[in-house]
Nanobody, 121 residues
């Protein structure tokens, strides 16, 4: 069971990035997929989650209206389109999988390795 996140990098404030998370090793047909992030010295924060059908979506308050989560079940890949990036979005971004639409990181069973996003001012 593996989640592989990619797509991070350095971008200027106001710019955009798209993160990807490839799932392999088993079929996550019943799992909700999510993104979390962790800035230095801070706790891991919920960013967004999406059901496998794509019908149920949830966003954290700090990213709502700027970030868009999506999923391609045929490719078993999760995405996070990040627009209007701010320096405070700088963090390591993790993808994760859970059996329900949870905000708490403790509910997530599987985690990717993380990808660094740095937003310069």
């Amino acid at each position: 069971v593996q989640l592989q996140a990619s797509g991070g990098g350095l971008v200027q404030a106001g710019g955009s990035l798209r993160l990807s998370c490839a799932a392999s090793g088993r079929t996550f047909s019943s799992y909700v997929m999510a993104w979390f992030r962790q800035a230095p010295g801070k706790e891991r924060e919920f960013v967004a989650s999406i059901s496998r059908s794509g019908i149920s979506i949830s966003y954290g308050d700090s990213v709502r209206g700027r970030f868009t989560i999506s999923i391609n079940n045929a490719k078993n890949t999760l995405y996070l389109q990040m627009n209007s990036l701010k320096p405070e979005d700088t963090a390591v971004y993790y993808c994760a999988a859970a059996p329900g639409m949870f905000v708490s990181r403790a509910k997530y069973d599987y985690w990717g390795q993380g990808t660094q996003v740095t937003v310069s001012s």
